[in-house]
């Protein structure tokens, strides 16, 4: 019976243990998405498809506010084109939910700038789909929706 309830108790350390380190693994990889989600940002502003291009997957599929779907080579000739001028990006109340080999990351952003001329001044949600893969976080989906022009 002694041996039995030890086996127990040192069941319940060791899986307690690997929840812990598995925890510790999931917080390191939602801090890396999150500084992901800010360079990609940043790689907006500076208008960088080159930054953007490595952040991204092949079969990448964006949904942008207005309901317009794009792939990865539409996505990053929007990106490059001048008549796209944002100002600034920046997101809140972020959160990541991890699963296995990808991830969910949804919150709220605000972007200003101009396109074709016009000002724009949007504050909406964003929900990024990221896959581990090639040894390296890659969106696979984005999609924004608009909280209020």
């Known amino acids: 019976m002694l041996r039995v309830t030890c086996y127990c108790v040192l069941l319940t350390i060791a899986s307690i243990g690997q929840a812990a380190a598995q925890r510790s693994k999931d917080n390191s990889q939602e ?3 999150l500084v992901m989600e800010h360079l990609w940002n940043e790689a907006q502003v500076n208008r960088d498809a080159r930054a953007l291009d490595s952040m991204i997957g092949s079969q990448f599929v ?25 100002d600034s990006v920046t997101i809140q109340d972020v959160k990541v939910s991890m699963y296995a080999d990808s991830a ?5 952003y ?7 001329g016009k000002p724009y001044d949007h504050f909406g949600r964003f ?3 990221w896959v581990f893969t090639e040894g390296r ?8 929706s608009l909280l209020k022009k």
């Not at 605000?110 to 074709?116: A, D, L, N, R």
């Open 104 to 108: 969910v990351v949804v919150g709220i």
């Open 62 to 86: 964006n949904t942008e506010y207005d309901g317009e779907v794009s792939d990865k080579s539409k996505f990053l000739a929007d990106v490059k084109d001048p008549q796209f001028k944002p």
């Open 137 to 144: 976080w890659q969106c696979v989906a984005s999609h924004t």
């Open 110 to 116: 605000h972007t200003k700038g101009i396109y074709h």
């Open 31 to 33: 801090t890396k998405l």
């Open 127 to 129: 929900t990024d789909t």
